[in-house]
């Protein structure tokens, strides 16, 4: 009898004990919040590599090439296969001395680096103001031309050379960039392939046969100067614009 007494009072003390656990429990839900599920993993984003803009150039090395004059061992300053468009002796020019109706050639040799997927720059040549003791030459007395070659090819044709200021010679670009399709160039521009291109830039100055003035060539292009500047954005020349 007593026995059963016993429990009967162990299992209504286990009851309340269970009813008080279960209630402090829901007091403890009722002021708690959960946090949101997350997870997370860290992957590569891969590495940034900045594309390159550069340009050398060499001192020039001068050449009497006039038309009139034959030499015992002419050198080619430029090749129209399959006959040289310009040849003669090379001269140092601070010793030679010009007369009327002379035709020198200065050849310039750059080095041209440009490696950009969407990169396009122009390559542009200075001349600056002729200066000397008078009678100063005039920019009556000579004409300049120019032209472009790259790796020996004629890329720009012989054109008219501004006597002052600065002229564009064209425009270069990876010659991956050529194959666009949805875009184009606004002007034509020489492929790069490898990002390096030797660019030769010829001047061609031919003294007027009845100039009068103080003729020093070295003196007028002693100091040009050559830029290679990317070019990009609308309006642009030599940007990239849409082939539609």
């Known amino acids: 009898m007593?026995?059963?007494?016993?429990?009967?009072?162990?299992?209504?003390?286990?009851?309340?004990?269970?009813?008080?656990?279960?209630?402090?429990?829901?007091?403890?839900?009722?002021?708690?919040?959960?946090?949101?599920w997350s997870a997370q993993e860290q992957v590569a984003g891969g590495t940034i590599t900045a594309g390159q803009l550069g340009l050398t150039a060499d001192p020039a090395s001068w050449y009497d090439v006039s038309p009139d004059r034959e030499f015992d061992s002419p050198v080619i300053v430029v090749d129209d296969d399959p006959d040289p468009l310009y040849a003669g002796e090379a001269i140092s020019i601070g010793d030679f001395l010009v007369s009327p109706g002379d035709q020198l050639a200065a050849t310039f040799d750059t080095t041209v680096t440009i490696q950009g997927d969407n990169l396009v720059a122009?390559?542009?040549?200075?001349?600056?103001?002729?200066?000397?003791?008078?009678?100063?030459?005039?920019?009556?007395?000579?004409?300049?031309?120019?032209?472009v070659l790259v790796d020996g090819v004629v890329v720009v044709p012989l054109d008219?050379?501004?006597?002052?200021?600065?002229?564009?010679?064209?425009?270069?670009?990876?010659?991956?960039?050529?194959?666009?399709?949805?875009?184009?160039?606004?002007?034509?521009?020489?492929g790069v392939t490898g990002g390096v291109a030797n660019a030769t830039v010829v001047v061609i100055a031919t003294f007027d046969v009845d100039s009068v003035g103080y003729m020093n060539a070295e003196q007028l292009l002693?100091?040009?100067?050559?830029?290679?500047?990317?070019?990009?954005?609308?309006?642009?020349?030599?940007?990239?614009?849409?082939?539609?």
Do not use: C
Request: charged residues 20%; hydrophobic residues 40%; negative net charge.
């Open 222 to 244: 002693e100091n040009v100067i050559f830029k290679l500047e990317q070019v990009r954005g609308d309006g642009e020349a030599g940007a990239w614009v849409s082939a539609t």
């Open 122 to 147: 122009e390559l542009s040549f200075e001349i600056p103001d002729p200066v000397g003791p008078p009678p100063s030459t005039t920019w009556d007395d000579l004409t300049l031309e120019y032209m």
């Open 160 to 190: 008219d050379l501004a006597p002052t200021g600065s002229t564009s010679l064209g425009y270069f670009t990876d010659a991956a960039n050529v194959a666009h399709t949805a875009s184009t160039l606004a002007k034509p521009a020489t």
């Open 2 to 36: 007593n026995e059963s007494h016993d429990q009967m009072q162990t299992q209504r003390r286990k009851r309340k004990g269970i009813v008080a656990g279960v209630a402090a429990a829901a007091i403890l839900l009722a002021g708690s919040t959960f946090a949101l």
